[in-house]
């Protein structure tokens, strides 16, 4: 069966491991509507789109809806999409009722659009890391960059003591330590709701020792920050911090080094200057 491998503008990076993928044709109308067109017949193929969704996820998601959308108008074998930071992701559960469960309606619309499998990098709803997990009806094959990102960091710090800063992401750290984080009162985040992380508390010893803190997403960096402050409260000798994706809101990347890390890495997931991992490389062998 002859495979086709889509890319859009601003995923040329992830193609370039690709021969002979082809560009989707994207662009605005003047009142910032996007014009979509695909480049080759798709009917009977299997094929493969690469795209980005970060930065601005509302106007990446719908571009991929039409991608998606004009692609399953002619009938592909199948239709696999990678975005390696899926947006949407952090509300998989409603905390207020009424809220919108925003992981289930991206996932339900992918569906629908004829995604047969979405390949996606420690997306942040799956909390047991690589595999093949499901999620309003939709296959999600999900990758880690834990052991990219803890090889990377290895070489500086051999030895070091790995952590994870909550259970969320425990499965990152290959069998080190989580801190504990104390949830303190519910606030306010760009009007969505969410609990506060009061403290955090490093329940084992990190006197003398380098130690790396690994993570899903780095978004404002608040939990990160105060992991490290804790860290080095604590008596630890060097502290590093690894991410598969790097949002680096209101300067967190700034702030982590002001905080005392040593070094920041991340994946290109989303291009940053401590991508250190490419994206594409992580899902490859599946794509």
């Known amino acids: 069966m002859a495979r086709l491998v889509l890319f859009t503008d601003n995923a040329q990076d992830l193609a370039a491991g690709f021969p002979g993928a082809a560009q989707v044709e ?23 789109l690469l795209h980005r969704c970060y930065p601005s996820p509302n106007g990446n998601l719908i571009r991929l809806f039409l991608v998606l959308d004009a692609i399953h108008a002619q009938s592909p074998k199948s239709l696999r999409v990678f975005v390696p930071y899926l947006p949407y992701a952090r509300m998989d559960k409603s905390v207020k009722p009424g809220e919108a469960i925003s992981a289930d309606t991206v996932c339900a619309l992918l569906r629908q659009l004829g995604c047969t499998e979405l390949i996606t990098i420690d997306c942040h709803f799956i909390k047991s890391g690589a595999g093949i997990h499901e999620r309003a009806g939709l296959r999600i ?40 984080k104390v949830r303190g009162e519910y606030g306010e985040m760009g009007g969505a709701t969410y609990r506060k992380v009061a403290e955090l508390k490093a329940d084992f010893n990190a006197k003398g020792k380098d130690i790396i803190i690994i993570d899903d997403m780095i978004s404002t960096g608040s939990t990160m920050v105060k992991a490290v402050k804790v860290l080095k409260g604590a008596g630890a000798k060097k502290v590093f911090c690894a991410a598969a994706h790097g949002l680096f809101l209101n300067d967190a990347l700034g702030k982590l080094v002001e905080a005392g890390v040593e070094e920041v890495i991340c994946t290109s997931s989303i291009p940053s200057p401590v991508s250190r991992v490419g994206a594409a490389a992580l899902v490859k062998e599946a794509i």
């Open 26 to 48: 994207m662009k605005s109308f003047p009142d910032g509507e996007s014009y979509i067109r695909i480049p080759e017949a798709c009917r009977g193929k299997e094929v493969v």
């Open 141 to 180: 094959r999900n990758f880690t960059a834990a052991d990219a990102l803890l090889a990377q960091l290895g070489k500086k710090a051999p030895g070091a003591l790995v952590i994870s800063p909550d259970q969320g992401a425990s499965y990152m750290a290959k069998g080190g330590v989580s801190m504990s």
